[in-house]
């Protein structure tokens, strides 16, 4: 009975277009790297990119292909494959997909584009332990080093401890040092430090990209937002990633001064909540026969982004790449991302949240009670949840998650009249 | 009454050990789970008292963690809701999968009986800058534990706490080399039931007990046992049912790699001059889970039990939605069925569906 | 104001009539392969007995799976809209609205004065809603609308695992060839949907007084066992399955939805 009906969504920027040419021009990259004998790097969860860069070093992050293999509508065989290594399916999809990929006897040309083995794995349990655990199997089928970078948990809230910085800052140097050992070179700090500083340019670029999106009517939903935010899962600590924000800004900053919004008449301004339907983006722009626009989505942050930016200083990178990961919402502590979407709801303006549940993913459904009762709390905006996995197409049920946007955006729609 | 009858009695009713100490003024902290170290809790004069789930159903839970939530974690929120665990003064979590974190989040926001505490430990082994974090961490609990009890913890105090516990795990231990025999003494839901009713029971109580235990086993008439000996193992196991059943369908539980049961006594605290640098090793220098790194020693445990037992056979019992395991053994599967038949099952907690799951093992056991 | 609510369910459509929010007729039929046709007919009953003619009615909503299939020019309405408006007219200040219709199953938690405060869907899992317990009288070869009165006859409990349909006949079956009597089965089965709509109701925290509705309220042995799973008093109507056509009409009522 399940309808598979999907549409691609519909973007509506200049600046998300050239974004995209360079996500492939990333991993085209990568392909060449290795055709001329470069070491690969596989890099799992969120170890911070900017380490990368103070070696020649050339990375495919796992978690990411999964989302471009997803918005081909590919991700289902692939998930498929890895089901049939053994994998339950209860585990994330994202991983599942990414192990499929690996194991594939075949790959489709899409794929094959991006797709090289890896010489070495970097591993880290952020943003999720659980599946900190996937590149073990990774590791053993390619027989490929591996490192594991452990990062605490914030228990700490604003004020961490040096111990705990100083434990991160441990790690980074061990993977570091782990890199250069397996054929990577030396560490070159002054590299290093540029990047962070590069860093530190991107995300108040994207805080400023954030202002235009508060915006009524917004000038950039999450459509587009989810592109937009690529630099912030690939490109912190390089100039290309500056770049680009740069041009989005000044795009947005244009439509807001003309007050073009990404439709005519905006009545509903919603927030997404969880992994987006990848290989169905057209179910976010379904709400806007209501009037409805989701502006903004938690995903964007998947690679974090979500911290102050004073807290970079190029002088210590370690130290403040190890700050970042400890105070950022990726950081897995309800506190931190409940006050950040109690944030989110006020200075969007947001009506009305919908949160989805991605049933293999261990880490983004525990947050799903909190941050209802946190954000009704507040501001007395209410959230529904259901069901509806982002990446496994296999999942999807397109009527029931209509039939959830729709019975919620009218219960929102009779509230505001009264 | 026989000393097992004594040990199975307690396992039936857990918090009758709670009711007496309570009513004689002792503090008790809940904890879950192995990388609290229940030592320090012990020094500051307070019962730890381990947290197990109960095969009953989830209800109110499912409004707060979404059904994809491990069943484990949400059985014990449940019962911290329905006021269960209100008897504690205090439950201690350990950092170790995603689900247990936001249980600590959940439990602070949404339970203010117990105040709920979560021990940062980090996940990787054998490395020193983690030793250091871990001391830190471990510093700062110990004082949290001082302010609970009123109680000042020394250096002595904790000496004579680890080597306590450090003799309830080699009594534990000597018991279970038992098992290592053609016909072993007790069965492996026996096995179970005095591990985890040794670990809820004060340890003065259980060391003494498990001294007489010993020579009553070594002396036990026993049946002849010749099905094919079985090694079980996956995430948190706390209830008899699952060993039983395996046991029922004519297989010999020899062995384990549970933090229920063997993982609990396998390893001893080394000697160190500082009972608290004892603590941090220990904890950091054996693997008790799937959530802690590198994974190779786990599997290295898992080669050493199956030659030790002569284990003819793996059952897997996960924990649906318990990811660290999930992962872990689809990985080690491959290597260890080079030599020992697996099987690998995904449970719920609550036990439903066992008839199932009894077909599959009914089928393993027969072909083993 | 002569107002009309249509709610076309996937097995019977619904036909409400009101002046000014005072009911003249209702009619339930059949939705049958062709939804338009029994959508026309179903109305025309109810025209008949209202004795007024279509021109009479002002403003029209209609509701349910097959809305779009609706003839006539109308206003469209979600189930969850139309069945809060319908509850908390009949039953002002109840808590809440479980709706078991066919294919779906819905919660819905309403303050007093009947705003919604949350909702939660079956997801597409039919094993909570009426399509599983048809499939379940097939098996046992019982009528469907005796299945709950076998069920209360029950003399032992039962468990039926199995949460998805294909797989909890198979266990039906397996039941039906050990001779475990059919009351007993018939128990297990109403037992396993009761739990599962218990624990969608769970999600929202459902509780206090709430009303039952849809073709499945008319099922005592459900409503038996879910009263006992839920501890909350659950109130059943007369014709619980016209509740949400109610809504409808009373939402068509409110101005702005004319037809
Ligand atoms: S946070 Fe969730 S979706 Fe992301 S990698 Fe972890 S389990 Fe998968
Ligand atoms: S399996 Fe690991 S995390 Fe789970 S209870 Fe046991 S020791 Fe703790
Ligand atoms: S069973 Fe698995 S998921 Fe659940 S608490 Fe233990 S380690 Fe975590």
Redesign the interface.
């Known amino acids: 009975m399940a309808t598979k009906v999907t549409t691609p969504g519909k973007k509506s920027l200049e600046t998300t277009a050239e974004i995209s040419k360079a996500i492939k021009a990333y991993y085209g990259g990568v392909k060449v790297a290795k055709e001329e004998g470069k070491p690969i790097i596989w890099s799992y969860g969120l170890t911070p990119r900017e380490i990368f860069h103070a070696l020649d070093a050339h990375v495919i992050y796992l978690e990411h292909l999964p989302l471009m293999v997803g918005a081909k509508q590919l991700s289902g065989h692939y998930i498929q494959v890895a089901e049939e290594e053994g994998f339950s399916r209860d585990v994330c999809a994202f991983h599942r997909c990414f192990l499929g990929c690996a194991v594939a006897s075949e790959r489709d040309p899409y794929l094959d584009q991006f797709f090289v083995d890896p010489d070495i794995i970097i591993a880290t349990n952020l943003p999720c332990m659980s599946e900190s655990k996937s590149f073990l199997y990774a590791a053993d089928y390619h027989n490929v080093p591996y490192y594991f970078i452990d990062a605490p948990i914030n228990t700490w809230g604003q004020d961490i401890p040096d111990y705990a910085i100083e434990y991160y800052t441990g790690q980074l140097k061990g993977a570091l040092d782990f890199m250069s050992e397996h054929g990577l070179g030396t560490v070159d700090w002054d590299k290093l430090k540029e990047a962070v500083s590069l860093s530190k340019k991107l995300i108040l670029l994207w805080n400023e990209i954030d202002k235009c999106r508060q915006a009524v009517p917004t000038p950039m939903g999450t459509v587009d937002g989810l592109t937009a935010a690529y630099p912030l899962i690939q490109l912190p600590g390089t100039q290309l990633g500056v770049t680009l924000f740069e041009r989005l800004l000044k795009e947005l900053k244009g439509k807001v001064e003309r007050g073009e919004g990404i439709i005519d008449d905006e009545k509903l301004r919603l927030l997404w909540f969880g992994v987006p339907p990848f290989y169905n983006m057209g179910l976010l722009n379904y709400v806007e026969k209501y009037g409805a626009v989701v502006v903004k989505s938690m995903i964007e942050y998947i690679a974090g982004g979500a911290y102050d930016p004073s807290i970079m200083n190029p002088d210590k990178p370690l130290e403040s790449l190890a700050y970042k990961a400890l105070v950022d919402i990726v950081n897995p502590t309800s506190e931190n991302m409940v006050n950040f979407i109690r944030r989110t709801v006020k200075d969007f303006h947001i009506d009305g949240v919908v949160g989805v549940v991605k049933r293999s993913c261990g880490l983004l459904p525990g947050y799903m009670r909190p941050v209802k009762d946190a954000v009704y709390e507040d501001s007395g905006v209410p959230t529904t949840i259901f069901d509806l996995d982002g990446l496994d197409i296999r999942e999807y049920d397109d009527a029931t998650s209509k039939a959830n946007l729709d019975s919620f955006i009218e219960a929102l729609l009779a509230s505001k009249r009264r | 009454m026989t000393t097992m009858e004594r040990i199975m009695g307690i396992f039936d009713d857990p918090e009758q050990i709670v009711r007496d100490l309570k009513a004689k003024g002792k503090k008790v902290i809940g904890y879950r789970c192995l990388y609290v170290p229940e030592e320090i809790i012990h020094a500051a004069g307070m019962l730890p008292y381990s947290t197990f789930g109960t095969p009953e ?1 989830i ?2 839970a ?8 491990c069943e484990f974690v949400r059985n014990i929120f449940d019962l911290g809701l329905d006021g269960k665990f209100d008897f504690l003064d205090g439950l201690v979590l350990s ?5 247990v ?2 249980l600590k ?2 439990w602070t ?1 949404y339970i203010g009986s117990v105040p709920c505490y ?1 021990l ?1 430990n ?3 082994m054998y ?1 020193e ?2 030793f ?2 871990y001391r ?1 961490e471990l510093e700062g609990f110990k004082k949290t534990m001082e302010d609970l009890s009123g109680n000042k913890i020394s250096d002595a105090s904790l000496r004579k706490s680890i080597d306590l516990y450090d003799e309830t795990r080699r009594l534990l231990k000597e018991l279970n080399e038992l098992r290592k025999r053609d016909v072993p003494p007790i069965s492996g839901a026996e096995a179970l039931r005095i591990s985890m009713a040794s670990i809820l029971m004060p340890k003065e109580e259980t060391n003494a007990l498990l001294l007489q235990l010993i020579d009553e086993v070594k002396t036990r008439e026993i049946k002849d046992a010749d099905g094919p000996r079985i090694m079980v193992t996956g995430s948190i196991i706390d209830n008899p049912t699952l060993i039983e059943l395996v046991e029922d369908m004519g297989g010999v539980v020899v062995a384990d790699d549970l933090c229920t049961s063997m993982k609990y006594f396998w390893y001893q605290t080394k000697p160190n001059e500082d009972p608290m640098d004892a603590i941090v090793r220990f904890n950091l220098e054996r693997s008790v889970c ?2 802690m ?3 190779e020693e786990r599997y290295d445990f898992l080669q050493e039990v199956i030659g030790g037992f002569a284990v003819d056979g793996i059952i897997y019992f ?1 924990v ?2 318990c ?2 395991f ?3 053994s ?2 080690f ?3 260890l069925e080079e030599e020992t038949p697996v099987l ?1 099952l ?1 449970v719920d907690h609550s036990l ?5 799951l009894k077909t599959r093992v009914q089928a393993f056991i027969e072909m083993l | 104001m002569i107002t009309a609510g249509i709610d076309v369910g996937s097995l019977a459509t619904k036909v409400v009539l009101l002046n000014e929010n005072q009911l003249m007729s209702h009619e339930v039929s059949g939705t049958g392969v062709d939804a338009t046709e029994a959508v026309k007919k179903a109305m025309d009953t109810a025209l008949e007995k209202a004795g007024i003619s279509f021109k009479d009615i002002e403003s029209l909503v209609s509701t349910g799976a097959g809305k779009k299939k609706v003839p006539f020019e109308s206003a469209q309405a979600t189930e969850i809209i139309c069945d809060t408006k319908g509850v908390s007219h009949v039953y002002p200040g109840v808590n809440g609205v479980i709706d078991i219709g066919a294919e779906n199953c819905r919660v819905i938690k309403c303050d007093q004065e009947g705003n919604i405060i949350d909702f939660a869907l079956n997801d597409k899992c039919a094993s909570g809603t009426g399509i599983f317990l048809d499939a379940m009288a097939k098996a046992l070869r019982v009528k469907p609308e005796e299945m709950g009165e076998l069920s209360l006859q029950a003399t032992q409990d039962i468990e039926v695992t199995s949460m998805c349909s294909v797989f909890a006949e198979s266990e039906v079956v397996s039941m039906i060839h050990r001779m475990v009597p059919k009351n007993d089965i018939l128990k297990g089965i109403h037992r396993s949907i009761a739990s599962r709509i218990c624990g969608q109701a769970n999600r929202i925290l459902l509780e206090g007084q709430l009303v039952v509705m849809g073709g499945i309220a008319q099922n005592l042995g459900l409503i038996t066992i879910l009263k006992e799973l839920m501890g909350s008093e659950l109130i059943v109507p007369d014709e619980p399955e016209v509740i949400g056509a109610l809504g409808a009409a009373l939402l068509a009522g409110e101005g702005e939805k004319k037809k």
């Open positions: 159903p209800t109110k499912d409004s707060y963690f979404q059904p994809c939530a950092n170790t999968c995603d689900a974190r936001h989040n959940m926001t979560m940062n980090p996940q990787k490395d800058s983690a250091k974090f830190h799937a959530c790194h590198p994974s996960n649906k939605y990811h660290p999930v992962y872990e689809a990985t599967r491959k290597k690998a995904e439903s569906g066992l008839g199932q």
